[in-house]
C-alpha cells in the first residue's frame, strides 16, 4: 500500500505523519468540480478521534 502523509493531529487514521486508512476518499470542496488546485480537494475518509474516545 502506498505510504501517504497526513498532517492532521484530530484524524482517527493519522498515525506520526502518515495515513493508515485501508483506503482514502478524496473528493472536490467546490460544488462545480472545477478543481484547479489542491486546495479544491478535501479528505472524504477524515474521522475525528475524539468520536471514537466519547463512545467509550
Same mark, same amino acid.
Given at each position: 500500500?502506498?505510504?501517504i502523509k497526513c498532517?492532521?493531529?484530530?484524524?482517527?487514521y493519522q498515525e506520526g505523519s502518515?495515513?493508515? /486508512?485501508?483506503?482514502?476518499? &478524496?473528493?472536490p470542496t467546490a460544488m462545480d468540480h472545477m478543481i484547479?488546485?489542491?486546495d479544491?480537494? /478535501?479528505c472524504g475518509?477524515? &474521522?475525528?478521534?475524539h468520536t471514537i474516545t466519547?463512545?467509550?
Amino acid at each position: 500500500m502506498p505510504r501517504i502523509k497526513c498532517s492532521v493531529d484530530d484524524c482517527l487514521y493519522q498515525e506520526g505523519s502518515e495515513c493508515k /486508512a485501508s483506503s482514502i476518499q &478524496v473528493r472536490p470542496t467546490a460544488m462545480d468540480h472545477m478543481i484547479t488546485v489542491s486546495d479544491d480537494t /478535501a479528505c472524504g475518509t477524515f &474521522v475525528p478521534r475524539h468520536t471514537i474516545t466519547m463512545k467509550k
